[in-house]
């Protein structure tokens, strides 16, 4: 499985983003990555509640017609399977290269 992290969140939006749940209130996430595999986009997205729980959310990235975003929720168990490991190994190819570039 191929992984590509992407930045177009981060240079839009910055580090947090701050959604509105389905009642109208609004929580601020960390953006924690931004990575495609496959044809599919996702974002990792932690509150500090989250964090504190050693939990993310996983999103998928869908582009509007005006080139806008849109963080759809993963319905499918099988789909948000594919985008935790995407994001588990992108994070371990990450450290793996960080470690091998201080030998």
């Known amino acids: 499985m191929r992984i590509e992290r992407l930045n177009r969140l981060k240079e839009t939006y910055g580090r947090e983003i701050e959604l509105i749940d389905g ?3 609004t929580e601020t996430f960390e953006l924690l990555a931004e990575y495609r595999v496959g044809d599919a986009v996702y974002a990792a997205l932690q509150t500090p509640d989250m964090r504190r729980n050693d939990e993310i ?3 998928r990235v869908e582009t509007r017609d005006d080139g806008s975003f849109e963080l759809a929720d993963i319905e ?9 490991e995407g994001y588990d190994e992108l994070i371990f190819e990450e450290s793996a290269g960080d ?3 201080l030998e």
């Open 23 to 25: 009642e109208g209130g």
């Open 57 to 59: 959310a996983f999103f």
């Open 76 to 84: 499918d168990e099988d789909e948000w399977e594919t985008a935790a």
């Open 99 to 101: 470690r091998g570039s």
